[in-house]
């Protein structure tokens, strides 16, 4: 019997520039909610449910491990650049879950955000990277291709 896999994928974009893609995403988590953190190899699991929790505490943290090619380090700078600077960006966050090669669910959040912390390095190799997500929006699309957004 197979199991659903996830795939945690995180752009961005300053004003006017073009979107940048990070090395995917290792897990998530959110301030204020449910005291845990969402790794992508998670199968049980309501991203939905963590989803609405980021845009009620209005804050998201991602977590990012290095990666070969320098695109984790090319990230961390901007990330870094915009934490000092106050920069605001457009932030997208996906979720991809799939079950034995099927969609069952699409999910993203998107805003214009504020790092609110320097990137900090833990564990050895995970970027921990905080957001404020003021004004953030949900879309959800299911197997069916229905789609919803709040």
């Not at 939905?48 to 845009?55: H, L």
Request: glycine share 6%; proline share 5%.
């Amino acid at each position: 019997m197979g199991a659903i896999t996830n795939d945690f994928s995180f752009s961005y974009a300053e004003s006017g520039g073009p979107d940048k893609r990070t090395p995917p995403i290792a897990a998530f988590s959110v301030v204020g909610g449910a005291s845990r953190s969402i790794n992508a190899d998670s199968s049980n699991i309501s991203i939905g449910s963590e989803f609405e929790q980021a845009r009620q505490f209005k804050n998201i943290i991602l977590f990012m491990p290095g990666s070969a090619g320098a695109g984790d380090m090319k990230a961390a700078l901007d990330l870094t650049r915009f934490a000092a600077n106050k920069t605001r960006f457009f932030f997208f966050f996906s979720v991809t879950q799939q079950y034995e090669s099927k969609l069952i669910n699409f999910l993203s959040i998107s805003d214009t955000a504020v790092v609110t912390k320097p990137p900090a390095m833990i564990y050895g190799d995970l970027l921990m990277v905080q957001f404020n997500l003021p004004d953030a929006r949900i879309t959800h699309i299911d197997s069916e291709r229905n789609s919803t957004s709040f």
